[in-house]
């Protein structure tokens, strides 16, 4: 399956992705943590502006001759440039109310810190997946695996570990049979949640050794 990096992405097709990206399914019962943004237009918004920031950063891949699905990896290592720190604040209060987002940040940060944040203040060396969407005309044909396996590929040439997160527990099931672990949940709002999912390259290569 080819796979390359994105360079250039118009504002239509940005919109589809982050588009496609918001309207998952959840459970009967589960809510996004985006929905604590607004309305669907103010988190399409900041979803535009967030692919954007990964889009400039260099993070972005596409799969697929048709670029069926899009992955936005994180490398080992990465700090923002000054350009991107000093300018996010603006982007985020362009997309939506600065209230809304720091009762967001502020619910996140009481649910305590991310598998990725523990990593981070530990200095351990990982891959983070910031974002995974599939197209909506191919959703369900198998390109979220293929998505996936780009980033785990990355981290099985580096040998380190491959780090997500998802509020939606339908994707817990399908990253588990995709060889990732659920190492922690947190609990955001009673109808709220948040998964940190770990891909291992050292267990995969183990699993395949006494097959």
């Known amino acids: 399956m080819d796979a390359f990096k994105v360079e250039h992405m118009t504002d239509d097709v940005i919109r589809e ?14 809510e996004s943590l985006f929905n604590l943004l607004g309305s669907r237009e103010d988190i399409l918004r900041y979803q535009m502006a ?13 799969v697929g001759e048709n670029r069926e699905a899009y992955i936005a990896i994180t490398p080992p290592g990465w700090k923002p440039p000054l ?16 209230k809304a987002m720091l009762r967001l940040m502020k619910l996140v940060r009481k649910a305590g810190p991310s598998i990725a944040d523990m990593m981070r203040r530990e200095k351990k060396t990982f891959l983070h997946v910031a974002m995974l969407c599939v197209r ?3 959703q369900g044909k198998g390109y979220m695996r293929k998505a996936l396996d780009v980033a785990k590929r990355m981290a099985d040439k580096k040998n380190i570990p491959l780090v997500l997160e998802t509020d939606e527990s339908l994707k817990v099931a399908k990253y588990r049979h995709l060889g ?16 940190d999912m770990v891909y291992h390259p050292a267990k995969a290569i183990h699993r395949q050794d006494t097959l």
């Open 50 to 62: 967030s692919l954007k920031i990964a889009l400039e950063s260099g993070w972005i891949w596409a």
């Open 180 to 195: 990732l672990e659920l190492e922690k949940v947190r609990q955001i709002t009673p109808t709220m949640t948040l998964y």
């Open 136 to 138: 909506k005309p191919y």
């Open 17 to 30: 992705i982050a588009g496609a990206y918001l309207d998952y399914g959840f459970r009967e019962g589960e």
């Open 83 to 98: 350009f991107l720190i000093l300018r996010f604040p603006f982007v985020v209060m362009k997309s939506v109310r600065p």
